[in-house]
T-cell receptor
Framework: GAVVSQHPSRVICKSGTSVKIECRSL??????MFWYRQFPKQSLMLMAT?????????EQGVEKDKFLINHASLTLSTLTVTSAHPEDSSFYIC????????????FGPGTRLTVL | RKEVEQDPGPFNVPEGATVAFNCTYS??????FFWYRQDCRKEPKLLMS???SGNEDGRFTAQLNRASQYISLLIRDSKLSDSATYLC???????????FGAGTRLTVKP
């Protein structure tokens, strides 16, 4: 199956700093990637859809100026959490679809963010 | 009301048991349905798609009832390695319209 990587896998930062998370499709080109957030014992919540070469589409309630998404190439999307606060602590997961996979999303291993 | 609802469990069953999970979805326009498996602190992985006619993959059987907006997953002959959280997913026409349930936790004990 298609492989999606994320980096870093875990990050701990101080309140007010910015954190960048990378999502890469390793063996395929992903024109669209998705960013999710999952709080403990809760479901994955879609934050935004990242489209290569264009602006991301954010879900209602997700601040685009706080969660900056860049999809500069067909294999890389980045999520930057700006001025992170403790309430941003969560598990951030990206996913991508492959051409012809029809609806199956391949997930990255996730990034656990802890903001002190 | 959540778009996809699941019994959070936990379900604690002995090895070899049969266990069933249920899920309901609120959006009648949902087109595709899936069961994902998520291990602790890991990413979700696709277990199986769910079709109207029902489908089976080894020990796993998934069923969809569109009239009742209800999805089920049956696991037969449970293994220790089946211990995980099972996520029910309903998807609209677009890939950015996937709605996840909060998951049902299963623990299979020796």
């Amino acid at each position: 199956g298609a492989v999606v990587s994320q980096h870093p896998s875990r990050v701990i930062c101080k309140s007010g700093t910015s954190v960048k998370i990378e999502c890469r499709s390793l063996d395929f080109q992903a024109t669209t990637m998705f960013w999710y957030r999952q709080f403990p014992k809760q479901s994955l919540m879609l934050m935004a859809t990242s489209n290569e070469g264009s602006k991301a589409t954010y879900e209602q309630g997700v601040e685009k100026d706080k969660f900056l998404i860049n999809h500069a190439s067909l294999t890389l999307s980045t999520l930057t959490v700006t001025s992170a606060h403790p309430e941003d602590s969560s598990f951030y997961i990206c996913s991508a679809t492959t051409p012809g996979s029809y609806n199956e999303q391949f997930f990255g291993p996730g990034t656990r963010l802890t903001v002190l | 009301r959540k778009e996809v609802e699941q019994d959070p469990g936990p379900f604690n069953v002995p090895e070899g048991a049969t266990v069933a999970f249920n899920c309901t979805y609120s959006n009648s326009a949902s087109q595709s349905f899936f069961w994902y498996r998520q291990d602790c602190r890991k990413e979700p992985k696709l277990l199986m798609s769910v079709y109207s006619s029902g489908n089976e993959d080894g020990r796993f059987t998934a069923q969809l009832n569109r009239a009742s907006q209800y999805i089920s997953l049956l696991i037969r002959d449970s293994k220790l390695s089946d211990s995980a959280t099972y996520l029910c997913v309903a998807q609209g026409y677009n890939n950015n319209d996937m709605r996840f349930g909060a998951g049902t936790r299963l623990t299979v004990k020796p």
